[in-house]
């Protein structure tokens, strides 16, 4: 039976955008509704993990910092992701492990200085509605969230959580999951079915140039600038497209798309990031470079695999 939610936290400040997200919204691509869920799978599912949650458990993605909590009462919680300079009660808040807060202590996101995307878990987990399934904020769809309406968290806010978690065994994650996302990244890419319309050169260039994060990056995509992509193909009937899916405009400038993008698409596509390969993505600040390497399935699936069960 499922506990009753009680207050969680209070936000005190809202900053930019801070979304509740479990692992997405499944089944529902065929209305038109996209997944959602968290933008770097690889850091929400350790946060879950170190505080004793199962796969799924909804947690809070913040994108940027400036939020402010105040916890309501005990909690068990755990912090992964990008480096906001967080502080708990005017102190560094250690991260990658389990922690332990009293009433009214007080969690400040400040601003990235390694990495975008920070995760909030907790014991139990954050409590919302499901909409389709899921309670994945996707604000471009108004679904999901605390509110049900993909509504970022608030001023004001309370936010709940299940009532009755068992306190988590104390852990750190091992050193070698914790990224820098600062350093140089090669993200791993399936080769997508118009692959063989691009020229020689332009694979040659896709995967032997760096690129360059654009500034136009969200939860829907990330541009990324470089060698022009040259592609004989000029049109084509729009077709299903996945998560980390590189699309090519005909501008030749590649686009990965991430979580909250749209169902189909009409662009020929490079490839696919693996899922963990996005998630490295989602991670990068404007500016960073990024290399592509070409990625085969059978590894890919192993490797996804081994990740999975590592958590499940």
Not at 142 to 156: A, I, K, P, T
Not at 269 to 285: E, S
Request: proline share 7%; hydrophobic share 40%.
């Amino acid at each position: 039976m499922r506990s009753a939610p009680t207050p969680g936290f209070r936000v005190t400040r809202a900053g930019p955008l801070a979304l509740l997200q479990d692992a997405g919204r499944f089944g529902v691509r065929h209305l038109g509704v996209t997944q959602g869920g968290p933008a770097d799978l690889h850091a929400w599912a350790w946060a879950n993990h170190l505080a004793g949650n199962t796969w799924g458990t909804p947690a809070l993605e913040i994108t940027f910092g400036g939020l402010v909590l105040v916890a309501e009462r005990e909690l068990v919680i755990a912090l992964t992701g990008a480096d906001l300079g967080t502080r708990l009660n005017q102190k560094a808040a250690p991260r990658w492990q389990t922690l332990s807060l009293s009433a009214g202590d007080t969690l400040t996101f400040g601003t990235p200085t390694n990495g975008l995307r920070a995760y909030l878990a907790v014991a139990g987990g954050f409590s919302a509605e499901p909409v389709l399934g899921s309670v994945a904020c996707v604000a471009r769809e108004q679904l999901g969230g605390f509110d049900g309406q993909g509504n970022s968290v608030r001023e004001n806010d309370v936010l709940p959580v299940e009532d009755s978690a068992p306190r988590p065994a104390e852990q750190t994650a091992p050193e070698s999951e914790q990224p820098d996302y600062q350093a140089a990244v090669t993200l791993d890419l399936l080769p997508g079915a118009q692959i063989a319309a691009f020229t020689g050169k332009s694979l040659f260039d896709a995967f032997n140039a760096e690129w360059t994060v654009d500034q136009r990056a969200d939860r829907m995509g990330v541009r990324l600038t470089g060698p022009k992509l040259q592609c004989s193909i000029t049109s084509m009937v729009s077709e299903g497209i996945s998560l980390g899916a590189v699309q090519v405009p005909p501008d030749g400038q590649p686009i990965a798309l991430l979580n909250d993008r749209q169902t189909i698409g009409g662009y020929p596509r490079l490839g696919n990031l693996t899922p963990l390969a996005a998630g490295r993505l989602a991670q990068c600040l404007p500016g960073q470079r990024v290399r592509l390497r070409a990625a085969g399935t059978g590894g890919a699936l192993r490797q996804h695999r081994e990740f999975l069960g590592r958590f499940r």
